[in-house]
Nanobody, 119 residues
Framework: QIQLVESGGGLVQAGGSLSLSCAAS????????CGWFRQAPGKQRELVAS???????NYADSVKGRFAISRDNAKNTVYLHMNNLKLEDTAVYYC?????????????WGQGTQVTVSS
């Protein structure tokens, strides 16, 4: 079992950059697939980026080329680096993790961090 704590959200102008961090507790973090979900008001939650145990990454089409997910198993941390932010990126971002393979209903979630992109 692990616990996830996000940090790094905030207010940024369109075109700017922001990085999120997700610190995980537990000794077996390297056996968890991780991802970043987001949910904007009135919209469904969506998976924007994921990183497998192997380090392979996947991205939603809406963020490809702008967002980068990475992990540092030595620090039990997953990162989401966001560049060229757009107004539509405004949402609460959640870190999530699941043993070995991530799906749409991960077992573990962080508390969420607000990202607001202004014009």
């Amino acid at each position: 079992q692990i616990q996830l704590v996000e940090s790094g959200g905030g207010l940024v102008q369109a075109g700017g950059s922001l990085s999120l961090s997700c610190a995980a507790s537990g000794r077996t973090f390297n056996t968890y697939a991780c991802g970043w979900f987001r949910q904007a008001p009135g919209k469904q939650r969506e998976l924007v980026a994921s990183i497998a145990v192997t380090g392979n990454t996947n991205y939603a089409d809406s963020v490809k080329g702008r967002f980068a997910i990475s992990r540092d198993n030595a620090k039990n941390t997953v990162y989401l680096h966001m560049n060229n932010l757009k107004l539509e990126d405004t949402a609460v971002y959640y870190c999530a993790a699941n043993p070995w393979r991530l799906d749409q209903q991960p077992d573990y979630w962080g508390q969420g961090t607000q990202v607001t992109v202004s014009s």
